[in-house]
T-cell receptor, first 112, second 114 residues
Framework: SQQGEEDPQALSIQEGENATMNCSYK?????LQWYRQNSGRGLVHLIL?????REKHSGRLRVTLDTSKKSSSLLITASRAADTASYFC????????????FGKGTLLTVNP | DTEVTQTPKHLVMGMTNKKSLKCEQH?????MYWYKQKAKKPPELMFV???????INESVPSRFSPECPNSSLLNLHLHALQPEDSALYLC?????????????FGDGTRLSIL
């Protein structure tokens, strides 16, 4: 079963606007990761946040993690047309050394 | 360009054919993965290899047979596939032999079963 659930399923914005995507999960985690997938391509790792961290930044990306609510958000600031992609959260639980469980994803469209 | 290379990029095969998907990485990662991804869905884990040994088989049908000949190569042998097996097959690798860190994905093989 899918651990993460992204919200919204699809998001359409104008270039220069900010985009926020949310992810909820059900069980305790070691870390939560965000990936981007451009159409027809593989997934690209964006950022990893550990369970003892609350916020992390990388360039125009900001990720927050609230373990009490079992949720995370990904904020992309000053979006560009090149940010158009599907974004997936993925959780790694303590019970498995290898398994990432992916959410259903958010399809982000940035209009020029 | 990705650091995980998958070949072929596209594959069309009949239900009675035998074919193989290949994946190669030279990052020194000791964990490698096969995922299946249907359109507009997240990747679904199929197999995990750690130090060239099969660690996880997510109850994948036997018509999919993985092989890890060495630490850089991962194969997926296909035989007698069904139309519902048409999908994007993604290979990934990760460092330290465990998935504590991010996984690096190839661009996948798009498989169509006639």
């Amino acid at each position: 079963s899918q651990q993460g659930e992204e919200d919204p399923q699809a998001l359409s914005i104008q270039e220069g606007e900010n985009a926020t995507m949310n992810c909820s999960y059900k069980t305790s985690i070691n870390n939560l990761q965000w990936y981007r997938q451009n159409s027809g391509r593989g997934l690209v790792h964006l950022i990893l946040i550990r369970s003892n961290e609350r916020e992390k930044h990388s360039g125009r990306l900001r990720v927050t993690l609230d373990t009490s609510k079992k949720s995370s958000s990904l904020l992309i600031t000053a979006s560009r047309a090149a940010d158009t992609a599907s974004y997936f959260c993925a959780t790694k639980s303590g019970g498995s050394n290898y398994k990432l469980t992916f959410g259903k994803g958010t399809l982000l469209t940035v209009n020029p | 360009d990705t650091e995980v290379t998958q070949t072929p990029k596209h594959l069309v095969m009949g239900m009675t054919n035998k074919k193989s998907l290949k994946c190669e990485q030279h990052m020194g990662h000791r964990a490698m993965y096969w995922y299946k991804q249907k359109a507009k869905k997240p990747p679904e884990l199929m197999f995990v290899y750690s130090y060239e040994k099969l660690s996880i088989n997510e109850s994948v049908p036997s018509r999919f047979s993985p092989e890890c000949p060495n630490s850089s190569l991962l194969n997926l042998h296909l035989h007698a596939l069904q139309p519902e097996d048409s999908a994007l097959y993604l290979c990934a690798s990760s460092p330290w032999g465990v998935s504590q860190g991010p996984q690096h994905f190839g661009d996948g093989t798009r498989l169509s079963i006639l």
